[in-house]
């Protein structure tokens, strides 16, 4: 039998940082539950009051929740906000059964939805969690209140250079602080220069992902998302070329708006979270008067 200490081990690593992580930068007033799904145990974090439809975000692989940390309380300050842990990934929840593909992570997302007891949701994905947004806007339509996707997948393939930019910063979180940091700027991801959550992102390496890569949504796909969306690319993206995203989005996605952030890449959540957060506050918010 294989010895599973290591695994033990790395798991427990994980989560003493992730613990400390959550006690200094999570605000304190959020309402964490586990809603149970055909998939596993889902963790979510609520903020937030009142009636308004709330804000779902979603992160993309690899990373928890406690990727919006910057996020949240601006969000929480104009309607409630719900911050989903995938299963698969790491952090709180936990998976039982694989997902096979996108109709499966959109029942995912609707199970803990009705679990929540919420009906419709402005959905805010980057990276993995923005495809997982746009195939649930796909089956579910009546579920999406507005997307708006911050240098999501799904708009096609994951090429060589996206995988090999993966492995380089990777590597690159284990060189010395000076190293890492210096290394930021020609790889375009300020993750590198965040030395307060670089512990959590070497503790990952821990866990095992087995998700399937996110599969590219068809012309016929997007033009049958209704609900309104907002797509803001890097200029520089390692996934995308920008133009070519924003051009398809364009001429698509019958109520998209995609904008080209010039100075990011696919570390874009990570730039001026507080410009973003209001963005996306003043998105949801006009939704309100364009009913389908």
Same mark, same amino acid.
Not at 113 to 122: K, R, S, Y
Not at 162 to 174: D, E, K, N, R, Y
Not at 180 to 190: G, Q
């Given at each position: $039998?294989?010895?599973?200490?290591?695994?033990?081990? =790395?798991?427990?690593?994980?989560? #003493?940082?992730?613990?400390?992580?959550? &006690?200094?930068?999570?605000?304190?007033?959020?309402? &964490?539950?586990?809603?149970?799904?055909?998939?596993?145990?889902?963790?979510?974090?609520?903020?937030?009051?009142?009636?308004?439809?709330?804000?779902?975000?979603?992160? +993309?692989?690899?990373? *928890?929740?406690?990727?919006?940390?910057?996020?949240?309380?601006?969000?929480?300050?104009?309607?409630?906000?719900?911050?989903?842990?995938?299963?698969?990934?790491?952090?709180?929840?936990?998976?039982?059964?694989?997902?096979?593909?996108?109709?499966?992570?959109?029942?995912?997302?609707?199970?803990?939805?009705? +679990?929540?007891?919420?009906?419709?949701?402005?959905?805010?994905?980057?990276?993995?969690?923005?495809?997982?947004?746009?195939?649930?806007?796909?089956?579910?339509?009546?579920?999406?209140?507005?997307?708006?996707?911050?240098?999501?997948? +799904?708009?096609?393939?994951?090429?060589?250079?996206?995988?090999?930019?993966?492995?380089?910063?990777?590597? =690159?979180?284990?060189? *010395?602080?000076?190293?890492?940091? =210096?290394?930021?700027? *020609?790889?375009?991801?300020?993750?590198?220069?965040?030395?307060?959550? $670089?512990?959590?992102?070497?503790?990952?390496?821990?866990?095992?992902?087995?998700?399937?890569?996110?599969?590219?949504?068809?012309?016929?796909?997007?033009? /049958?998302?209704?609900? *309104?969306?907002?797509?803001?690319?890097?200029?520089?993206?390692?996934?995308?070329?920008?133009?070519?995203? !924003?051009?398809?989005?364009? #001429?698509? $996605?019958?109520? !998209?708006?995609?904008?080209?952030?010039?100075?990011?890449?696919? &570390?874009?959540?990570?730039?001026?979270?507080?410009?973003? =957060? #209001?963005?996306?506050?003043?998105?949801?918010?006009?939704? /309100?008067?364009?009913? /389908?």
């Amino acid at each position: $039998m294989a010895d599973c200490r290591p695994r033990v081990l =790395a798991i427990r690593s994980f989560f #003493a940082v992730y613990d400390d992580l959550v &006690d200094r930068l999570w605000p304190s007033s959020s309402v &964490d539950s586990d809603v149970v799904t055909s998939f596993g145990t889902t963790r979510v974090h609520r903020l937030g009051s009142g009636d308004e439809t709330p804000f779902v975000l979603l992160p +993309g692989s690899g990373g *928890p929740s406690l990727m919006w940390h910057a996020y949240v309380g601006r969000l929480a300050a104009s309607r409630p906000v719900i911050a989903i842990d995938p299963v698969g990934e790491p952090g709180p929840s936990v998976q039982t059964r694989a997902i096979d593909n996108g109709d499966e992570w959109s029942l995912w997302l609707d199970e803990v939805l009705t +679990g929540l007891d919420v009906g419709q949701a402005h959905l805010v994905g980057t990276s993995y969690g923005g495809w997982i947004a746009l195939r649930h806007a796909l089956r579910s339509p009546d579920a999406v209140a507005s997307l708006t996707l911050l240098d999501p997948g +799904g708009f096609g393939k994951v090429s060589p250079t996206f995988v090999a930019w993966i492995i380089a910063c990777g590597l =690159a979180s284990f060189a *010395p602080r000076p190293v890492r940091r =210096a290394l930021a700027r *020609p790889l375009r991801n300020l993750a590198l220069r965040d030395d307060e959550a $670089m512990p959590l992102v070497k503790a990952t390496f821990g866990f095992r992902r087995k998700h399937i890569m996110p599969t590219p949504l068809t012309d016929d796909d997007l033009e /049958r998302i209704t609900a *309104p969306t907002l797509v803001l690319v890097g200029g520089h993206s390692q996934l995308y070329d920008a133009g070519e995203i !924003a051009a398809v989005v364009t #001429a698509r $996605m019958p109520r !998209a708006v995609a904008e080209i952030i010039p100075e990011a890449s696919h &570390d874009l959540v990570l730039r001026h979270p507080d410009e973003l =957060a #209001a963005r996306i506050v003043t998105f949801a918010a006009a939704t /309100r008067a364009c009913p /389908r």
